[in-house]
């Protein structure tokens, strides 16, 4: 088992982000096109998903395992 060897596995599930992802893949307006989709209305912002990130790696996080934790405006 990982826990047992101290490994924690935990994942961010981010919806539609605005990023440079979109254009790289040859659609520059994705975000802003599929807002509609989002209950949010938007999409979100890097900054927006990061806190996330950073308190899974956090010490406040120190007990969480198995987690998922979904950054995605409501989706």
Same mark, same amino acid.
């Given at each position: 088992? +990982?826990?047992? %060897?101290?490994?924690? =596995?935990?994942?961010?599930?981010? /919806?539609?982000?605005?990023? %440079?992802?979109? !254009?790289?893949? /040859? %659609? ?5 096109? =599929?807002?509609?989709?989002i209950?949010?209305?938007?999409p /979100? ?10 308190w +899974?790696?956090? !010490?406040?996080a ?10 995605? /405006?409501? +989706?």
């Amino acid at each position: 088992m +990982l826990a047992a %060897d101290g490994i924690r =596995v935990n994942a961010v599930a981010p /919806g539609t982000v605005r990023t %440079d992802i979109h !254009a790289a893949a /040859g %659609d520059p307006r994705r975000a802003t096109r =599929v807002a509609s989709r989002i209950p949010f209305g938007r999409p /979100g912002e890097p900054e927006e998903i990061s806190p996330a990130i950073g308190w +899974l790696l956090s !010490a406040e996080a120190a007990y969480v395992s198995g987690a998922v934790v979904r950054v995605a /405006g409501g +989706l």
